[in-house]
T-cell receptor, first 115, second 114 residues
Framework: GAGVSQSPSNKVTEKGKDVELRCDPISGHTALYWYRQSLGQGLEFLIYFQGNSAPDKSGLPSDRFSAERTGGSVSTLTIQRTQQEDSAVYLC?????????????FGPGTRLTVL | AQKVTQAQTEISVVEKEDVTLDCVYETRDTTYYLFWYKQPPSGELVFLIRRNSFDEQNEISGRYSWNFQKSTSSFNFTITASQVVDSAVYFCALSIGGYNKLIFGAGTRLAVHP
C-alpha cells in the first residue's frame, strides 16, 4: 500500500488477556518503529527495528511487551497479561535511512482499551 | 540526556493571524535531526519537515516556515496567515544518529477560529 497500515484500528480487551497489534510498513522502508500515545505520557518510543540488526528495545515499559518483525517487513507488537495502564493508541512508523532526507511516516494507530 | 520542550500547551488564534510554535531541544550529540509533525483531529501523525544539525538554513514551504538556531537550541515553526484547517496538535521531535527513535515534545494544540 501507499502508507503504513495497522490492524486492528480498535481493540477492547479484558485485563489479563494477551493482545497482538500488527503493522505493515511502507514497502522498501528498512526501519520500523513502535510508539504509544497516552494522555498521561504523551508520545513514547517503544522499540525499533533496522534491517537485520538487533532491535532497540530500550523503550519497552515491561517484559510483558515484545515485538517481532518477520522478513524485514510486517511487525507484531504483543502485550501479555494486559493491564489498564496499557490503554493507549499504539502507533507504528517506518522510514528509509534518515540521511535520505525523509522522516518517519506513521500509521493510523491501534486504539487499545483494557477494561 | 536528550529532551524536547514545547512550552506552549495551547494557542488560540483567529484566522489569518500568524502564529509561531516554539521548540527547544537538548542534546550533547553533534549529529541529530529535528522534526515537526502535525496531528489533526483525525489522529494520524503527518510528517512536515526534517532538518539535520549541520544545516541551519531556514526553510519555507507555502505558509509554513521553520527557523533553526543552534545557538539557542531552538527549532521554531511559523504558520503565516493561519487557516481553520491548521487546527491540530503540533509535535516537535528529536532524533540522534541515523536510525534512531524520535523523542517528542509534549505538543502544542493550535486552535484557529474563523
Amino acid at each position: 500500500g501507499a502508507g503504513v497500515s495497522q490492524s486492528p484500528s480498535n481493540k477492547v480487551t479484558e485485563k489479563g488477556k494477551d493482545v497482538e497489534l500488527r503493522c505493515d510498513p511502507i514497502s522498501g522502508h528498512t526501519a520500523l518503529y513502535w510508539y504509544r500515545q497516552s494522555l498521561g505520557q504523551g508520545l513514547e518510543f517503544l522499540i525499533y527495528f533496522q534491517g537485520n540488526s538487533a532491535p532497540d528495545k530500550s523503550g519497552l515499559p515491561s517484559d510483558r511487551f515484545s515485538a517481532e518483525r518477520t522478513g524485514g517487513s510486517v511487525s507484531t507488537l504483543t502485550i501479555q497479561r494486559t493491564q489498564q495502564e496499557d490503554s493507549a493508541v499504539y502507533l507504528c512508523a517506518s522510514s528509509f535511512a534518515l540521511w535520505r532526507g525523509q522522516g518517519q511516516f506513521f500509521g493510523p494507530g491501534t486504539r487499545l482499551t483494557v477494561l | 540526556a536528550q529532551k524536547v520542550t514545547q512550552a506552549q500547551t495551547e494557542i488560540s488564534v483567529v484566522e489569518k493571524e500568524d502564529v509561531t510554535l516554539d521548540c527547544v531541544y537538548e542534546t550533547r550529540d553533534t549529529t541529530y535531526y529535528l522534526f515537526w509533525y502535525k496531528q489533526p483531529p483525525s489522529g494520524e501523525l503527518v510528517f512536515l519537515i526534517r532538518r539535520n544539525s549541520f544545516d541551519e538554513q531556514n526553510e519555507i514551504s507555502g505558509r509554513y516556515s521553520w527557523n533553526f538556531q543552534k545557538s539557542t537550541s531552538s527549532f521554531n515553526f511559523t504558520i503565516t496567515a493561519s487557516q481553520v484547517v491548521d487546527s491540530a496538535v503540533y509535535f516537535c521531535a528529536l532524533s540522534i544518529g541515523g536510525y534512531n527513535k524520535l523523542i517528542f515534545g509534549a505538543g502544542t494544540r493550535l486552535a484557529v477560529h474563523p
